[in-house]
């Protein structure tokens, strides 16, 4: 029997401060073992330049999914790398780094994850009628527009609305900007 797909709305969201203390981000689904992470998808709104909170032991991939972008650099120095909207990027939790937004206010969604215990990857597409997820995205999380997942009846989602437990591969249809989660444990 599969695990029925969950569907998490903005309104279950838990919003929590920022380890930094600069601002506050809502937590979307988390799974920890004790007191440590495994992973957990959140996004955050970022209005002002300034450090990026360190999550040592734990890796991140940042996607800008509203506004112009950022640029990041290490506080000890550096190059300036663009964070444009839509571009996952990935940054190792331990490095320090500040950040510099290009035009106005910003919102990540943001996957955390240990790399010791899991493989992850983000990828963005632009759904426009129907396509296949990939077996290892177990997690959908729609941008803006709507869609269904699997086959009548689908589950529905729509802006800000994330997918979890997404079995196997699943039909996609409708249109939106979606976030595609995967994670795979490391054997």
């Known amino acids: 029997m599969s695990t029925p797909i969950r569907v998490v709305r903005t309104d279950d969201w838990t ?16 799974h920890k073992e004790g007191d440590a992470w495994l992973w957990r998808l959140s996004t955050a709104i970022v209005a002002q330049d300034g450090p990026y909170s360190q999550f040592p032991g ?6 800008v999914i509203a506004g112009a972008g950022t640029d990041v650099a290490d506080k000890s120095g550096g190059d300036w790398q663009r964070i444009t909207p839509f571009a996952p990027i990935r940054l190792e939790g331990r490095r320090q780094v500040q950040g510099r937004l290009v035009d106005g206010p910003i919102r990540f969604l943001n996957l955390f994850f240990d790399p010791t215990r899991l493989f992850a990857s983000v990828a963005v ?14 997690m959908v999380f729609c941008v803006e527009g709507q869609c269904d997942i699997g086959t009548s009846p689908g589950v529905g989602v729509k802006a800000m609305d994330l997918a979890c ?23």
């Open 15 to 30: 919003e929590m401060p920022w380890l930094n203390g600069g601002g506050t981000t809502s937590e979307i689904a988390a």
């Open 58 to 63: 734990l890796t991140r991939i940042s996607t």
């Open 125 to 138: 597409t632009q759904l426009d009628g129907d396509r296949m997820t990939d077996p290892h995205e177990t």
């Open 165 to 187: 437990c997404v079995p196997a591969s699943q039909r996609l249809s409708g249109r939106a900007s979606l976030v595609l989660v995967s994670l795979n444990w490391i054997r």
